[in-house]
């Protein structure tokens, strides 16, 4: 599974490039605060990078990988009140209380994590929203502890050792600080395996573990370093302010945090730094206009209006966020983002071979039945491929092919019946693992392409299975990280070279045709170096060239030594390339033989005319 | 060692409460069984029915609950025509991102018109009220009472029995599709989102003469009333409004058991083991994706 151990100059260019940003971003840091001068605007400014850190923790886990979390004020006020507590109530060092309530956090959207993130949409919402409310009561709810409505008051200022981050100017260059690790954390991860793995997961959840991503975890651990994004923002927030109180984490606070990710754009790290600083000028705006239009009592009730109608109005007006911007400036410049690489009408690049020897039997199905209530889609099934051939399964429409791909690749559980795949038994294992561990690859019959990604990115998530970096290793640079990579690079690249879509690897995924969105998807399939390949219809609405290429495409396929199991309606395809024929008719077998025998079988015939021989009893 | 009088006041009382939270899941289920979306601020929506009645303190209780309907009516009109009708084709997240925003925006405007504290309606029937076992049942739960009755039937009748109503589903199932054979889908949220206002707002307004009714409220009130909508399989119209009293039950009784502090966390981790155990969403329709 690893990849070769060859030394790799990017690796080198990866890490200079960091180091300069970090230098980068010090200098601009420094030369702000000197700039910024009074404490008024120092303090904004201090705001400004909680607001960012806020944001970011959004973009993590809402703009990456696409769930809807209203809690992350309760994990900002984990990291407040955790800070609070333990520095007032027991005498910690700041540093600790504050690693401590980062774990806290952690520690609790993890547990948490796994099992609400598998509602979706107002589920997930409304489960958050939940959670949000049962922190503010429990802290309500134990005054001895958190100081209850009042709070509690008496916060020391930030210190590492003895060095105390107590002026106002000190204050801005920590929160800056911790903001650009941040957010070079999360641009690493957006361009990591896992980034990939959480826009995979973000666009089609089935999709992404048929790659071998397990969609619970990713979405958990991207939970988990978003809620220690927003409690290490709390623990600043609380040491700022010298108190803590529940109100600044209420529901409330989180729809104002989703606004703040939503004002920058979603799922940008940049943007979550415009929307981060825009916040907060516009708070300090807010603050000084609202009195005027409400009365001085109606600050709160104002301020909350602005925010809400904010929201609404950016949604319609600009869904994208302010970050969208840059990309309009850039396009008035008319320079255009992607760039085509050479047209190449034929594969110029071999199809890495397949490390199975031709003949041995990869998949086997044994008495696979599954049933939806009582219609039978699929009953006492027995497959069998073997490297290097093509069994093409064929039938009318709703004959159960689509079944029969989903469930041998684990999308559907079987109702009885055993799978296994190069002699080990699957039957049990969740499709993450049959595509991850056991090198099972699959296509579908709309392609899951994920649209906001460019192409190579796309065939890059095959490689997903051959990687083993996590989170961590996305997000702080390795050498065996960079290694790893652009190991990943290389074989998503010449996937694409050998499908044929070597020329298009910086497109952005949307602008590709449906008949090369099959290609592409098929370049995933072949990076992910499968043991077996199911393919769902691929010719289904190609047109007559497109299908003559990928006949031509998957000869080579099979040439390299792929056992591929074909579900096709094509009868021109099916005859060009099956080795073998299964026939299903309303989930039942009436045929498995050669092509030439399937063309003259009466069954066959009958299932296909219509006419009903007496034999076939269905 | 339980006190029955003290029971059979609790019982009372929670029953009345779950009626109102009945009704409000059943505001719930009414947009989502037409729009496909959950109007998170349904409870607000409904709360400025409540306030527009308390503010009409001299007039007479019909003007007031007239006040409450039109006033319900005309605010969940503009949150549609403002929120949900420009983002039409927009995401279910940006919809019900969009939905929360406008949401605190009348919230806030609440506030700014009616203040923070509680607020309370007078009776609508003046008299005492009826002692059962020594607890009493106050004559405004008749209002409740009928209210509940009221919305239960029409829904069942409109969605069950007539062809308008088996129409209107149909929006939410696919929208495309309803255009196609007829249905005026872009006239049909809007007055399923309309009546969902005027079904809260009435439910809170007959509720407010018993227990003080604020601005923050409305959030509690839309999480109970959602528990009670996905209890009774988010569809249907009877076993909502049982699940509204059901919760409401839950609710007062833990306290007997429960400190007063833990009663709402209590009925919060209901919501989650409730959403957890139905992992597809509503009604066994394939949840949607973001």
């Known amino acids: 599974m690893a990849f070769d151990s060859k030394p790799v100059p990017s690796s080198y260019r990866g890490a200079l490039r960091g180091m300069l940003w970090l230098v980068g971003w010090i200098v601009m840091m420094f030369a702000a605060a000197n700039l910024l001068g009074t404490s008024y605007r120092l303090t904004i400014g201090a705001n400004a990078a909680i607001a960012v850190l806020l944001a970011l923790s959004v973009v993590i886990v809402t703009g990456f990988a696409g769930q809807f979390s209203l809690a992350s004020a309760a994990f900002y006020g984990i990291g407040a009140y955790g800070s609070g507590i333990l520095t007032t109530s027991y005498g910690w060092p700041p540093l600790a209380a504050a690693v401590v309530a980062a774990f806290t956090a952690g520690s609790v959207a993890l547990m948490v994590g796994r099992p609400i993130l598998r509602l979706s949409g107002h589920f997930l919402a409304m489960g958050t929203l939940a959670l949000n409310e049962i922190f503010i009561l429990l802290i309500v709810g134990f005054p001895d502890f958190t100081g209850g409505n009042d709070g509690k008051g008496g916060v020391p200022s930030f210190s590492v050792w003895n060095y105390d981050f107590a002026s106002l100017q000190q204050q801005l260059y920590l929160a800056w600080s911790v903001v650009g690790v941040a957010l070079y954390l999360t641009l690493r991860l957006q361009y990591s395996r896992m980034g990939r793995a959480l826009a995979f997961i973000r666009s089609d959840e089935t999709g992404s573990a048929a790659v071998g991503i397990d969609p619970g975890k990713a979405k958990a651990m991207a939970f988990t370093i978003s809620a220690v994004f927003a409690s290490v923002a709390g623990s600043l927030y609380a040491h700022f302010l010298g108190l803590v109180s529940p109100e600044p984490f209420n529901v409330m606070a989180s729809v104002q945090i989703l606004v703040i990710a939503v004002l920058g754009g979603i799922a940008s790290p940049w943007g979550a730094v415009v929307g981060g600083i825009t916040y907060a000028l516009l708070h300090e705006l807010i603050v000084f206009a609202v009195p005027r239009f409400f009365g001085a009592a109606a600050v709160g009730a104002g301020s909350q209006f602005v925010v809400g109608m904010l929201l609404v109005v950016l949604l319609i007006v600009r869904p994208q966020g302010l970050a969208s911007f840059a990309q309009l400036v850039r396009g008035w410049f008319g320079r255009s983002d992607s760039k085509d690489g050479e047209q190449d009408l034929v594969p110029s690049t071999q199809i890495s071979l397949c490390n199975t020897p031709a003949g041995t039997n990869v998949l086997k199905a044994v008495d696979l039945s599954r049933s939806f209530g009582g219609v039978h889609a699929l009953s006492n099934c027995n497959i069998d491929v073997s490297a290097g051939e093509i069994l093409a399964v064929i039938g009318p429409n709703g004959a159960g092919k689509t079944t029969l791909v989903h469930v041998l690749s684990g999308a559907l559980s079987p109702s009885s019946g055993e799978i296994s795949i190069l002699g080990s038994n699957v039957t049990r294992q969740p499709a993450h693992l049959r595509a991850g561990r056991f090198g099972l690859a699959r296509s579908f019959q709309t392609p899951k392409i994920v649209t906001g990604l460019s192409v190579k990115s796309n065939a890059a998530l095959g490689a997903h299975r051959l990687g083993a970096m996590g989170f961590f290793g996305a997000m702080v640079p390795t050498r065996a990280g960079f290694r790893e990579e652009s190991a990943i690079d290389e074989a998503a690249l010449q996937a694409l070279r050998a499908v044929g879509l070597g020329w298009a690897f910086e497109r952005h995924a949307d602008e590709l045709s449906l008949g090369h969105r099959r290609l592409l998807e098929i370049g995933r399939v072949i990076s992910q170096k499968p043991t077996v390949i199911l393919l769902d219809e691929p010719a289904a609405g190609l047109t007559r060239v497109e299908k003559e290429e990928l006949v031509k495409l998957l000869v080579l396929v099979r040439k390299a030594g792929y056992g591929i199991l074909l579900v096709e309606h094509d009868m021109d395809v099916i005859m060009a390339l099956a080795d073998r024929i299964h026939v299903l008719v309303f989930g039942k077998t009436i045929f498995c033989g050669s092509p030439a025998d399937a063309r003259s079988d009466a069954n066959v015939i009958a299932a296909y005319l219509g006419t009903k021989p007496k034999e076939l009893a269905l | ?290």
């Open chain 2, 1 to 290: 060692m339980l006190d029955t009088q003290f029971l059979t006041q609790v019982v009372i009382t929670s029953i009345l409460a779950g009626v109102v939270y009945g009704s409000v899941g059943l505001a719930f289920v009414t947009v989502y069984r037409v729009a496909s979306v959950i109007n998170f601020p349904q409870a607000d929506l409904g709360l400025v029915g409540a306030f527009v009645a308390i503010s009409l303190s001299t007039a007479s209780n019909m003007m007031q609950l007239l006040g409450a309907i039109l006033a319900s009516a005309a605010v969940s009109a503009v949150m549609f025509m403002g929120v949900l009708y420009p983002l039409r084709r927009a995401s279910l997240l940006v919809q019900t991102i969009a939905l929360l925003g406008g949401g605190i925006g009348l919230q806030s405007l609440m506030q700014l018109q009616y203040g923070t504290g509680p607020q309370i309606l007078t009776q609508f029937t003046a008299g005492n009220p009826i002692m059962i076992n020594g607890a009493a049942f106050p004559l405004q739960g008749f209002w409740i009472l009928a209210w509940g009755v009221i919305v239960v039937t029409g829904l069942h009748a409109f969605f069950e029995w007539t062809k308008l109503g088996r129409a209107v589903q149909a929006c939410a199932i696919d929208r495309y599709a309803a255009g196609l054979v007829g249905i005026p889908v872009g006239l049909m949220t809007f007055v399923a989102f309309v009546l969902g206002g005027v079904i809260s707002g009435v439910a809170i307004t007959v509720q407010a003469p018993l227990s003080y009714v604020t601005v923050a409220s409305g959030l509690a009130l839309s999480l109970k009333g959602f528990i009670a909508a996905v209890m009774g399989g988010g569809e249907r119209i009877i076993p909502t409004m049982g699940a509204g009293v059901l919760l409401g039950l839950l609710e007062g009784l833990v306290i007997v058991w429960l400190p007063v502090s833990l009663q709402q966390i209590f009925v919060l981790l209901c919501l989650l083991a409730i959403l957890m155990f139905r992992p597809t969403g509503l009604g066994g329709r394939t949840a949607h994706g973001i």
